[in-house]
């Protein structure tokens, strides 16, 4: 049984640019919630997806957006990139309810230079 | 205030010492708590759940309360394995989707 997995595991990008991070949920899961995790703090929320809908957002700007596909994979794409968004970007897996147990990908490691 | 405040620590103890986390949210609504475990450069691990009644798992004790709003973590007889930073999880308020985080807690624990 597959876990959360997420790609790419590492990537360098300059400032402006924009860019994609993929997260596939557990099996069986289909609520996808997103974290930034800049080093040395605890994750910060960024928004999570639920039928394919954004379902609650956290305290980001419109640069950060995402998706969910009918397969629950999701998406974050972040535009114009800072170089203050180089962070560790968590996907995280849940089904339905949000007290179940939620589960973390490996996390995509975003430098921007 | 932030929302979830724990000790930065580092708490560095040896093998086999008890040692304690102390964490503080500030959303008196808040729903559920969680501690995690982070080890270097991976993702959070749920370690526990909490609740007022406590609850123990282990070498490990978490407890809730509500009146303080206030969360615990007990390790006893600290291993080398248990080195890594935990971190206070809360859901923000009712009827929350998100989990807040505190800063974490690094613990070293030393032979």
């Known amino acids: 049984d597959a876990g959360v997995t997420q790609s790419p595991t590492h990537l360098i990008k300059t400032r402006g640019q924009q860019v994609t991070l993929r997260c596939s949920p557990k099996s069986g899961h289909d609520t996808v919630s997103w974290y930034q995790q800049a080093l040395g703090q605890g994750p910060q929320f960024i928004f999570q997806?639920?039928?394919?809908?954004?379902?609650q957002r956290g305290n980001f700007p419109d640069r950060f957006s995402g998706h969910q596909f009918p397969n629950y994979s999701s998406e974050l794409n972040v535009n114009a990139l800072l170089l203050g968004d180089s962070a560790l970007y968590l996907c995280a897996s849940s089904y339905r309810d949000p007290g179940n147990t939620i589960y973390f990908g490996e996390g995509s490691w975003l430098t921007v230079v | 205030r932030k929302e979830v405040e724990q000790d930065p620590g580092p708490f560095n103890v040896p093998e086999g010492a008890t040692v304690a986390f102390n964490c503080t949210y500030s959303?008196?609504?808040?729903?559920?708590f969680f501690w995690y475990r982070q080890d270097c450069r991976k993702e959070p691990k749920l370690l526990m759940s909490?609740?007022?009644s406590g609850n123990e798992d282990g070498r490990f004790t978490a407890q809730l309360n509500r009146a303080s709003q206030y969360i615990s973590l007990l390790i006893r007889d600290s291993k080398l394995s248990d080195s890594a930073t935990y971190l206070c999880?809360?859901?923000?308020?009712?009827?929350?989707?998100?989990?807040?985080f505190g800063k974490g807690t690094k613990l070293s624990v030393i032979p």
């Open positions: 999880v809360g859901t923000l308020g009712a009827g929350s989707y998100q989990l807040t």
């Open positions: 997806y639920y039928e394919e809908e954004e379902r």
């Open positions: 909490v609740y007022s």
């Open positions: 959303n008196s609504a808040s729903q559920s």
